[in-house]
Nanobody, 121 residues
């Protein structure tokens, strides 16, 4: 069984910072892409940032220059450093990863349970 567990959400004032973490646990052979998505009330879930196993990154235009995604492959963990937070960043943030559980197996997509980020004005 594989789990992705997020941590680090909370309440912060506009202009502040938060760091989200997402750790994979269970039977993991390798992880390909990892990413962060968010969903605000009444809106569709959207990609915030993604990172490949080789370290290439991709960001939503709305967070470029403010958020940084990184990963520690040895710990099966992905991070999202969020600076200069705005009220419009308020959402539930979800971790996502493509995980292979055994040699020769297929990569399957997994989601974390989500962590709330609230930015007050």
């Amino acid at each position: 069984q594989v789990q992705l567990v997020e941590s680090g959400g909370g309440l912060v004032q506009a202009g502040g910072s938060l760091r989200l973490s997402c750790a994979g646990s269970g039977r993991i052979f390798s992880i390909n892409s990892m990413g962060w998505y968010r969903q605000a009330p009444g809106k569709q879930r959207e990609l915030v940032a993604a990172i490949t196993s080789g370290g290439s990154t991709n960001y939503a235009d709305s967070v470029k220059g403010r958020f940084t995604i990184s990963r520690d492959n040895a710990k099966n963990t992905v991070y999202l450093q969020m600076n200069s937070l705005k009220p419009e960043d308020t959402a539930v943030y979800y971790c996502n990863a493509d995980i292979r559980r055994e040699w020769g197996g297929s990569f399957l997509n997994y989601w974390g349970q989500g962590t709330q980020v609230t930015v007050s004005s």
